[in-house]
């Protein structure tokens, strides 16, 4: 009975060897950052799992303490980036939102400028063609 | 006494079995789907339950020792730790997605999807 | 028909109404600042991949060949030398053949008193490296707190400023889980750093777990409530009360080693938690110190105060 056991944890081995490698890849490949994130978090999962089996099938006890340390670590890791990525986003979007509401004080300051101009009428524009062909006529 | 420990040990090993499935059940899910959100729950439950029945399956053929209330001990920090991981990388999703409207039907007010 | 549409993910038997594919874009309207984020993203990813540039494109497609191949040939060559090491407890390895290994092996459990020979080893018979680096975490956080320290004061008048603002804050989910979890982490990082001698272990992994929990807190409560109980006076005085003591034990042991005279440590009995000589106090020095330099790493680098 031993020899079966020991034959079927070296296949199970095997399986999550292969299993961890395709995670690897979609980790690289995966489009967003949360995909990423998840990936991280199963490699963790599955070398634990690796971890408990080989401390069963050689018999030394104090492997399993490594597994505690590997859920912990993991855990803390998606805890810290999750944190950490929305605030960046966060910071992004409301740079972008105060430069636009700038541009739209400025854009309706700009119009009350001009709509005032307007009302002063041909004085303003007379005014400033005078200055400005002294203006050309001493760059000559 | 060599049958009781042989069908303990064949116990074992098929609850370990049953464990591994679920890691397989789980990176089909996470190649399939097209949305982050439907990965991360076939990733967030695959995870929790594979190595949940795992580690117990091995419990199972430790018989009782020191190592299997170790075993037992890395069980609950797992119960507990999984889930919230699920938890706070959907909350990041639903932060930082522009399309959530396309991918979900969302019945909340706009205002509190964007606090 | 039913059982496809489950598979695909489409249809749920409990909740009737998961359907994926409609597009329910009336609910939420675009803003502009959401759209300008994406002109960015587009503009930033146009400039690096950029299809006219054939060079560009040629060294893109060489270089992820490259590190495919480096990759494939590397995880090769490790397995080829994991194959051929020396089976656990041949005689004849290099590792057993000389003097000093051989001290170490047949006389190291009764000089030391300790069942881990390695532990035995790095803090009794070489206990002055692990002095060195111990110094070396102190002095590389004393480095960083000078570059990136801001007085405590000044830090509060601008609490608002740059990301910190804009972090979730009291997410009462991890927050509970917090409560329950921090306990357990600390109890066993301490019982770690107890069993330095007994078995795999010791003060620097027992140290980074201490530290591990300490983040946790800290990212689950806020830095407010870390600072109830470890500010800055706690954390310097931790810091040169673990670094003294190690640096008195030692010395108290090579003096008298040195000169001869016997220093009256008792050696205990192997396997028991108190024994193993100078080996117990040096190990609670040595995690007091790793678990005070990784909080100490992270508050600077997130705040720029402890």
Redesign the interface.
């Known amino acids: 009975m031993m020899q079966v056991m020991d034959s079927i944890l070296t296949v199970i081995l095997i399986i999550l060897a292969l299993l961890t490698l395709v995670c690897m890849i979609k980790a690289v490949i995966g489009p967003r950052v949360g995909d990423r994130i998840v990936c991280v978090n199963m490699m963790g999962t599955m070398v634990m799992t690796i971890i408990a089996i080989l401390a069963i099938k050689m018999k030394e006890g104090y492997l399993v303490d490594i597994c505690i340390i590997y859920a912990m670590i993991s855990f803390l890791a998606v805890v810290v980036l999750c944190k950490v990525y929305m605030g960046v986003y966060a910071a992004r979007r409301e740079r972008i939102r105060s430069k636009q509401r700038k541009e739209d004080v400025e854009a309706s300051a700009n119009e009350s400028a001009e709509s005032t101009m307007s009302v002063d009428g041909k004085q303003g524009d007379e005014s400033k063609n005078g200055t400005m062909e002294c203006s050309e006529k001493e760059a000559k | 006494m060599e049958m009781w420990t042989n069908i303990r040990i064949g116990l074992g090993l098929l609850v370990l079995i049953i464990g591994i499935l679920f890691f397989l059940l789980e990176i089909i899910g996470i190649i399939k789907y097209k949305f982050l959100l439907n990965r991360m729950h076939a990733a967030g439950m695959g995870d929790t339950m594979g190595i949940c029945l795992s580690l117990f399956g091995l419990m199972i053929i430790n018989g009782l020792d020191f190592t299997t209330a170790k075993l037992f001990m890395v069980i609950l920090f797992l119960w507990f730790a999984s889930p919230t991981a699920s938890h706070l990388i959907s909350r990041l999703e639903a932060a930082t997605d522009e399309e959530l409207g396309r991918h979900v039907r969302i019945d909340i007010e706009k205002e509190e999807l964007e606090k | 028909m039913g059982f496809k549409q489950w598979f695909d ?1 489409e249809n749920d038997m409990l909740l009737e ?1 998961l ?2 594919n ?4 009336d ?4 803003e ?3 759209q ?3 002109i960015e993203d587009t503009i930033l990813m146009r400039e690096v991949y950029d299809d006219s540039n054939k060079a560009l494109k040629a060294f893109n497609w060489i270089y992820r060949v490259i590190a495919v191949l480096f990759c494939i040939g590397l995880a090769l060559v490790l397995v080829y030398t994991v194959s051929n090491l020396p089976e656990v407890g041949n005689p004849d390895t290099p590792a057993n053949s000389s003097v000093v290994s051989k001290r170490y092996i047949e006389n190291g459990l009764e000089e030391t008193g300790a069942t881990n020979i390695v532990a035995g080893m790095i803090l009794t018979y070489r206990a002055f490296d692990t002095f060195g680096e111990t110094n070396v975490l102190f002095i590389s956080t004393c480095c960083v707190m000078i570059l990136l320290m801001i007085d405590e004061k000044i830090l509060h008048k601008y609490k608002n400023i ?7 804050k009291d ?1 009462s ?2 927050q509970v ?1 917090a409560k ?2 921090v306990p ?2 600390f109890i ?1 990082g301490i019982y ?1 750093v107890l069993n330095g001698q007994l ?3 010791g003060g620097f ?1 027992g140290g980074a ?1 201490l530290g ?2 300490m ?2 807190y800290a ?2 409560f806020g830095f407010q409530n870390t600072q109830r109980f470890f500010d800055e006076k706690v954390y310097k005085t931790a810091k040169i009360t673990a670094l003294c003591m190690y640096g008195l034990i030692g010395s108290y042991f090579y003096i008298m080693g040195a000169n001869g005279i016997d220093n009256h440590i008792p050696l205990g009995t192997p396997g028991a938690i108190l024994s193993g000589g100078i080996i117990l106090p040096i190990d609670i020095a040595v995690g007091l110190e790793v678990a005070c330099t990784m909080y100490a790493f992270y508050a600077l680098f997130r705040r720029g105060g402890l």
């Open positions: 993910g109404n359907h994926m409609r597009a329910f874009e609910h939420i309207k675009k502009p600042s959401v300008e984020l994406k740059g990301e910190g603002k804009y972090e979730p997410d989910i991890l889980v329950i979890l357990v982490i066993f770690i078995s795999p272990g992994s777990i591990a929990g983040i946790l990212n689950a």
